[in-house]
DNA sequence: ATTTCATGCAACGTTCTGGTTGCACGACGG
DNA sequence: CCGTCGTGCAACCAGAACGTTGCATGAAAT
């Protein structure tokens, strides 16, 4: 998922999927440079990760974004920094002891 | 930045360093079944992201957490999921309306 | 029915990425 | 000093990712 966000067309395929809800490939397409099925594989891409979803509406695809997904790498990130924070204050704990991390890992 | 936290190995790295402050490269190889280099050219892309700093100590590189980036990530997230309320909220205010949303874009 | 529009799929080429090997260098310990 | 440990750098390879072209299909407009 991160993956998924980690490239500069898709991300800001996303925003501009969050900004105006309900936008067709043709669309999501215009004056990027690039061609459409190009932005189809990117588009697929999102979607596999389950950061968008797909809506057919008669012969146009369109797509929304999940707001769940988003909530859930933002709460990975929040991990991953929590850990920070209890990993410094242990080491503050064996700094007032003067044995140091012997048994770390 | 998010193409740094696209990758499974950077990914548990990232979190390795988080648990445990000041990691040397040979220790942060440890158990993963391939070679030291390949470790190093990792930690070199989360560094190159602002997301961990080298610490030269003696003969060997530590690496450390930078929760400030960790939270710039989480802030990026965030700002994409507003966008998507703030398009529902627009959304619901069309339909008040019976027009519907033709001039979307 | 025909034309046009929006897509989907598959094959292909090029560029990146992740991983490996081999070698050189600086730091630590005896 | 000499041996060992931990790194850094460069060359190289295989597989994945990005992007393109060409063609086929279903829906909307005329």
Redesign the interface.
């Known amino acids: 998922m991160?993956?998924?966000?980690?490239?500069e067309t898709r991300?800001s395929l996303?925003?501009l999927i969050?900004?105006?809800?309900?936008?067709s490939i043709t669309?999501l397409t215009r004056g990027r440079g690039v061609t459409r099925q190009s932005i189809t594989k990117h588009l697929g891409c999102l979607a596999d990760a389950g950061l968008v979803r797909r809506v057919r509406r008669g012969r146009e695809t369109c797509f929304v974004?999940r707001?769940e997904s988003?909530?859930e790498?933002?709460r990975s990130?929040?991990r991953?920094?929590r850990?920070?924070?209890?990993?410094?204050e242990r080491?503050r704990a064996m700094v007032e002891e003067d044995d140091g991390?012997s048994r770390?890992?």
Do not use: M
């Open positions: 991160f993956a998924a966000l980690g490239d991300l996303l925003a969050g900004q105006g809800s309900g936008l669309r974004l707001p988003l909530e790498a933002r990130l929040e991953i920094s850990q920070w924070d209890e990993a410094l080491l991390p770390a890992g």
